[in-house]
């Protein structure tokens, strides 16, 4: 009955919000609220660039809010820990599945906590590393070797981690690349213009894979 009232929601929010992105507002002591430019310079970015028509500033939500079921993407970033209830787990995994989607970037610290609270959503399931041909790499933008490097930390190579269910990515997991930093306002990191291109292009793919499947 949950996941029957969940498709509703969403079928219905595909009349009213399908053009606004929301921020998941996470509890844990993580800093849910970092790199505030990056996701309104996407929605930007990709309004001029692949010809979405996305309100300007994202909502942010709780996990536990039956309002996630208006957005088809949740954004999650930070640097420190994510703890989800049962229930919030239960409602982001009837949102996946019902069609929502969910984008973790790690902001280099989250790591441990995303993946251990990614068990209790889904704990029979297990994050697979997205390979170059993927459509995400392939839509708007070409990426023939896969998630770009955005800042450099420790050396590691960029990994764009996802969970299938039928097919479609529901759950992305971009690792050791910063992406959404590349999407932050130009003077907060200073990066090179073609940096951040590199960066908003990327994000463009995603969200365009989104609204597409």
């Known amino acids: 009955m949950k996941k029957i009232l969940a498709f509703t929601l969403l079928i219905c929010s595909l009349w009213t919000n399908a053009q606004e992105l929301a921020i998941l507002q996470y509890k844990g002591g993580g800093d849910w609220y970092g790199n505030p430019t990056a996701l309104p310079n996407l929605i930007e970015y990709c309004n001029s660039e692949i010809h979405t028509k996305i309100s300007k500033k994202p909502v942010n939500v709780t996990p536990d809010s039956p309002a996630i079921f208006t957005y088809p993407y949740l954004f999650i970033t930070g640097h420190g820990n994510i703890y989800f209830s049962d229930f919030e787990a239960e409602n982001l995994r009837n949102y996946m599945l019902s069609g929502g ?15 251990r609270e990614l068990k209790k959503i889904f704990p029979n399931k297990n994050l697979q590393e997205l390979p170059v041909n993927h459509p995400i790499f392939n839509s708007a933008f070409k990426f023939p070797k896969g998630l770009p490097k955005i800042h450099e930390h420790d050396g590691k190579r960029p990994q764009a981690f996802g969970i299938i269910v039928d097919n479609r990515l529901l759950f992305l997991y971009t690792y050791e690349t910063d992406l959404s930093d590349g999407w932050e306002d130009a003077t907060v990191h200073n990066d090179p213009p073609e940096i951040r291109e590199k960066a908003l292009k990327m994000g463009a793919n995603i969200i365009k894979y989104v609204f597409e499947n």
Do not use: A, E, K, L
Request: no cysteine.
């Open 101 to 115: 989607f969910i984008h973790v970037d790690d902001n280099y610290g989250i790591d441990t906590y995303i993946r």
